[in-house]
């Protein structure tokens, strides 16, 4: 059986239905490397964590709501799949 730190540090594994997420599962969620996910948190594109004790934590709901509001796949705007031929 493998250990908690094992288990957090696997991001490739389906996630939980968990609503706190370590970095490496938020950026994951989101489907971006952390590198991308660091520069969106700073930029406010992505929220900032919660703090619990020691951990940091993003809030799943949060980062649906971020995530919706990123630009682009709305289909009234027709997105770049769509090509007329």
Request: hydrophobic fraction near 35%; charged fraction near 30%.
């Amino acid at each position: 059986m493998a250990s908690v730190a094992a288990r957090e540090r696997n991001t490739a594994c389906p996630l939980p239905p968990i609503r706190g997420l370590n970095r490496e599962q938020a950026s994951a969620y989101v489907g971006i490397s952390t590198t991308l996910f660091d520069e969106m948190v700073k930029d406010g594109r992505m929220p900032k964590p919660k703090r619990a004790n020691g951990r940091t934590l993003w809030d799943r709901h949060q980062l649906d709501r971020a995530f919706d509001r990123l630009p682009g796949g709305d289909v009234e705007d027709g997105g770049e799949w769509d090509v007329e031929v």
